[in-house]
């Protein structure tokens, strides 16, 4: 756990309590009101739907999210510089909703009608397709959305992506399709269709690509405020980060299970490759 390389040891100097949704988005407001009231001196969370429900739940207990997308525009700070309130944490560039399109379309030099699976109660979703769909067009793809408003509806969106004909799927980061992953994937697998996504743990779980920062980078830069604010700082004055690094990862087992063949050009590029 990264708080130990700030010197907290649980069970020690704090004490950690966890809770999961176990990817049932709609069980968060929830889960957040049994957490308010549990009156913590700090709350952690990973996602643009978690963000939104926990603020909405407390303006006074501090609330540091490991990954969020774009917010700014979703009402979680006043600025990137001086966040304000009580929430501040690590934001995931909204851009790589754009920038993924560009590497699928490299990856991908044929392909023409490139999907993305949005869950439409997730607010971030406004902002992926804000990026995806122009950026769907500059590269030369038939964009398609198909949407999807519980776990249960997943299985019938990869028919609707079939009957769509869709040459790829992009998973955007939305909770109840991160949250999912496994699922996802088995479902992309079995529809042999190439599948797209800003997270690595996609790629390592058996998608085909995935572009985008490192998640222990996001972790390390979350714990490092968790350990700012434990001293005594205001998350409100404490700066939203952005990673860095990015990391292109290759899933050339699933390549070959579903039959794709990359481009040499993203083969080369790639810093992972699982045989």
Excluded: C
Excluded at 104 to 132: C, K, M, N, T
Excluded at 161 to 180: E, G, M, Q, S
Aim: aromatic fraction near 6%; charged fraction near 25%; hydrophobic fraction near 45%.
């Amino acid at each position: 756990m990264a708080l130990k390389d700030f010197g907290h040891i649980e069970g020690r100097d704090i004490v950690i309590e966890v809770r999961w949704a176990d990817g049932r988005t709609d069980r968060l407001s929830l889960l957040a009101t049994e957490a308010v009231s549990a009156k913590p001196f700090l709350i952690v969370t990973a996602s643009s739907e978690a963000v939104a429900v926990f603020k909405k739940a407390t303006a006074t207990i501090p609330i540091v999210f490991a990954t969020a997308g774009d917010p700014v525009e979703q009402g979680f700070i006043h600025s990137f510089a001086r966040p304000g309130g009580n929430v501040t944490g690590v934001a995931t560039h909204s851009d790589l909703n754009a920038k993924i399109v560009e590497v699928i379309r490299e990856a991908l030099p044929s392909a023409r009608r490139l999907a993305v699976l949005v869950h439409d109660r997730d607010g971030y979703h406004r902002i992926v397709l804000e990026h995806f769909e122009p950026a769907a067009r500059r590269f030369k793809f038939e964009p398609v959305v198909v949407r999807v408003a519980r776990v249960e509806d997943l299985e019938h969106a990869f028919k609707e992506l079939a009957d769509h004909k869709a040459d790829a799927v992009y998973t955007p980061n939305l909770a109840l399709l991160t949250t999912n992953r496994d699922t996802i994937v088995k479902l992309a697998l079995k529809a042999r269709l190439p599948q797209f996504s800003i997270n690595p743990d996609i790629a390592a779980a058996g998608g085909l690509l995935s572009y985008g920062p490192p998640r222990e980078e996001h972790y390390r830069r979350a714990a490092a405020l968790v350990d700012k604010i434990l001293r005594g700082s205001k998350p409100g004055d404490l700066p939203v980060e952005q990673p860095e690094r990015f990391h292109l990862i290759v899933n050339k087992k699933t390549a070959r299970a579903i039959g794709v063949t990359l481009s040499p050009v993203t083969m080369l590029r790639a810093d992972r490759i699982i045989e």
